[in-house]
């Protein structure tokens, strides 16, 4: 527990590939999971313009793109990057644990 949520158990490491995004569900979070390099984020798995699951997008360096309009976001801070998504997606702290990933979600 922090002020910012509960950390919890998301993934392998070594099930999150460069440049593949890696959807899990948490409880009622849907959560897609990236590794660019050696580092990791999180960020809702919804978009925010009609509901697609970014998981099934492409990523492109710190960028996902959205598979249904096209739309992309930064997945390090969650901005809205291009038509037509206007409105950014939340991003989620996380944390290696030895071999697994977290990712702290509000409590
Ligand atoms: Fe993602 Fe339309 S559903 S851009």
């Known amino acids: 527990m922090t002020d910012q949520g509960t950390w ?13 995004p890696y959807g899990i569900e948490i409880g009622h979070h849907h959560i897609a999971l990236y590794r660019v390099g050696n580092e990791y984020y999180a960020t809702s798995n919804i978009c ?4 697609a699951l970014l998981s ?19 997945i390090r801070t969650g901005e809205a990057l291009s038509s037509p998504v206007e409105i950014d997606i939340q991003t989620y702290p996380v944390r ?10 509000p409590a």
């Open 96 to 105: 290696a644990a030895g071999d697994r990933l977290e990712v702290c979600l």
């Open 48 to 51: 925010t313009h009609a509901e």
């Open 8 to 20: 919890h158990d998301a993934a392998a490491l070594s099930a999150l590939s460069e440049g593949e």
């Open 56 to 74: 099934d997008g492409m990523l492109d360096g710190c960028e996902i793109e959205c598979p249904l309009h096209m739309g992309r976001f930064d």
